[in-house]
């Protein structure tokens, strides 16, 4: 009875390689983000989608593409990964854009870049 | 400047005391403000919301606000080394939330 799902929970690929992340939400909520969090935990906001729109997008290299073929659903394509991809990549979701809007966390997905 | 800063710690408490966990923020347009703890090797889970000046009691988790100085805080009563965990303050910035770097925090038995 997941409430954020993740797939895969790790992720180990070679430089140059296209990989992508998948994200489900079955709380009914109207946004979903993406995080990525790096060797020294920094929790740092990628993108987020309200309602299949992309809302925000962080200064993300433009290798980064999210989709959200719908509300319950972000996807994350990476192309050409690089070494300094490598990190820990969350999903989230909240009720709607925030301001007083708790976010809830999928469990992440650990990509390597060798 | 950081937007939102928290001690790294770690900060170490014997079971049974009381742990202070302090953020400050940059923003004074800030309105919402929560607290994750994340267990190594887990995702961050929610275990505070604090939107107004004042403290919010959640059985043995208190956050306590003060927007004029700019600083936010979480007291964790009666000390478990269940809660050994890195605690995240996170502050929204307009459409978004910008997390501290966080709290490492210890209880030993």
């Known amino acids: 009875d997941t409430a954020v799902s993740q797939t895969p929970k790790y992720l180990v690929t070679q430089m140059g390689n296209d990989k992508s992340i998948k994200c489900e939400q079955n709380l009914g909520h109207d946004t979903m983000y993406w995080y990525k969090q790096d060797s020294k935990k920094f929790l740092k906001i990628m993108f987020s989608y309200n309602n299949k729109e992309l809302i925000i997008n962080e200064t993300v290299p433009n290798r980064f593409s999210p989709k959200s073929p719908d509300k319950a659903h972000l996807n994350l394509h990476i192309n050409s990964l690089e070494l300094g991809d490598s990190a820990v990549y969350f999903c989230?979701?909240?009720?709607?854009?925030?301001?007083?809007?708790?976010?809830?966390f999928g469990p992440g997905t650990r990509l390597t870049v060798t | 400047q950081k937007e939102v800063e928290q001690n790294s710690g770690p900060l170490s408490v014997p079971e049974g005391a009381i742990a202070s966990l302090n953020c400050t923020y940059s923003?004074?347009?800030?309105?919402?403000f929560f607290w994750y703890r994340q267990y190594s090797g887990k995702s961050p889970e929610l275990i505070m919301s604090i939107y107004s000046n004042g403290d919010k009691e959640d059985g043995r988790f208190t956050a306590q606000l003060n927007k004029a100085s700019q600083y936010v805080s979480l007291l964790i009563r009666d000390s478990q080394p269940s809660d050994s965990a890195t605690y995240l303050c996170a502050v929204d910035n307009t459409d978004k939330l910008i997390f501290g770097t966080g709290t490492r925090l210890q209880v030993f038995p």
């Open positions: 989230a979701s909240s009720q709607e854009l925030l301001l007083f809007y708790e976010q809830y």
């Open positions: 923003d004074r347009g800030s309105q919402s």
